[in-house]
Nanobody
Framework: QVLLVESGGGLVQAGGSLRLACAAS????????VGWFRQAPGKEREFVAV????????YYADSVKGRFTISRDNAKNTVYLQMNSLKPEDTAVYYC?????????????????WGQGTQVTVSS
């Protein structure tokens, strides 16, 4: 069993930055793809970014490309999402998720472990 815990959410003004962290416990997931999703009120959960072990190693939703960066530190069993130039439309609960294999894309069904989420609110 893998437990994923997100942290780093909060309230920020438009144009600001936040860094989210997803820490795993229970077992290492150093060879698994790990992604970030988000869900805004009244909307479906949507893919944000993924870090995987097959090229290309990172993949982003068009809405965050150039503003968000996903990275991982296997020594800490942690995946990060650096979010810059935040916009009010980035407001959502952000979830990290681990896939069962080294490759995953934007399909949420590929991910088997999910965190509880962290709230990100961007004010205008």
């Amino acid at each position: 069993q893998v437990l994923l815990v997100e942290s780093g959410g909060g309230l920020v003004q438009a144009g600001g930055s936040l860094r989210l962290a997803c820490a795993a416990s229970g077992r290492t997931f150093s060879s698994n793809a790990v992604g970030w999703f988000r869900q805004a009120p009244g909307k479906e959960r949507e893919f944000v970014a993924v870090f995987r072990w097959s090229a290309p190693s990172t993949y982003y939703a068009d809405s965050v490309k150039g503003r968000f960066t996903i990275s991982r530190d296997n020594a800490k069993n942690t995946v990060y999402l650096q979010m810059n130039s935040l916009k009010p439309e980035d407001t959502a609960v952000y979830y990290c998720a681990a896939a069962s294999s080294s490759w995953a894309g934007s399909f949420s069904g590929s991910y088997v472990y999910w965190g509880q989420g962290t709230q990100v609110t961007v004010s205008s």
